[in-house]
């Protein structure tokens, strides 16, 4: 079973416009942290934004809040006022244990394209 | 600061070739770790390190080795290429055990 799920595999959004991309996670663990990460056509990976399972308020950074539901496991990327600059791959991730130490899995990414 | 360095950043193996993939961190990072990323499958974690000497399997092992003899290198060895094998290629590291991972540029491996 995947333990990351964006469930959308391409969204539009115009300039200006508010987006929210979707992620849902699945662990038994009671400490954990979500990030999310963009990836741009040139291909580095560029991380925005992170929300550990104990954070009372929902993270924000900028343009680029995160949506914490834990109740219903979800950490939703919302990105305000989108940018053409925005057009881009967006991964979320979640920091769980494994063997003892803390891995990040990654969700199978939205992509994102920001239209005038 | 140059952060975490990947060479090459383009390959081009046979099958059957043996390769390593480079990568050194210059912030003095404890954990560092290998993804490969193919389309619609997001990134995937190979290997990981946790400091010198210590190594541990990710999701997608099967065909790579590591070993970290040093805090600053991590390398990555195909030591017998397949197609399979074609991807790019992460190499990212944080400072302890938590907070976010710093990627490398990526190097893009192409097994003929």
């Known amino acids: 079973a995947q333990k990351i799920t964006q469930t959308q595999p391409g969204m539009f959004v115009q300039e200006k416009e508010a987006v929210t991309l979707d992620c849902t996670y699945d662990?038994?663990?009671?400490?954990?942290?979500l990030f999310w990460y963009k990836q741009p056509s040139s291909g580095e990976m560029i991380f925005l934004i992170y929300?550990?399972?104990?954070?009372?308020q929902n993270a924000t950074e900028g343009r680029y809040s995160l949506n914490f539901q834990k109740a219903r496991k979800s950490a939703n990327l919302v990105i305000s006022a989108s940018q053409l600059g925005d057009s881009a791959m967006y991964f979320c991730?979640?920091?769980?244990?494994?063997?003892?130490?803390?891995?990040?899995?990654f969700g199978k990414g939205t992509m994102l394209l920001v239209s005038p | 600061n140059a952060g975490v360095t990947q060479t090459p950043k383009f390959q081009v193996l046979k099958t059957g070739q043996s390769m390593t993939l480079q990568c050194a961190q210059d912030?003095?990072?404890?954990?560092m770790s290998w993804y490969r990323q193919d389309p619609g499958m997001g990134l995937r974690l190979i290997h990981y390190?946790?400091?010198?000497?210590?190594?541990d399997q990710g999701e997608v092992p099967n065909g790579y080795n590591v070993s970290r003899s040093t805090t600053e290198d991590f390398p990555l060895r195909l030591l017998s290429a397949a197609p399979s094998q074609t991807s790019v290629y992460f190499c990212?590291?944080?400072?302890?055990?938590?907070?976010?991972?710093?990627f490398g540029e990526g190097s893009r491996l192409t097994v003929l």
């Open positions: 929300q550990g399972s104990y954070d009372e």
């Open positions: 990212a590291s944080r400072p302890g055990d938590t907070g976010e991972l710093f």
């Open positions: 991730a979640m920091r769980e244990l494994h063997s003892g130490y803390s891995t990040l899995t």
């Open positions: 390190s946790v400091g010198a000497g210590i190594t």
């Open positions: 912030m003095n990072h404890e954990y």
């Open positions: 662990t038994s663990d009671q400490s954990y942290g």
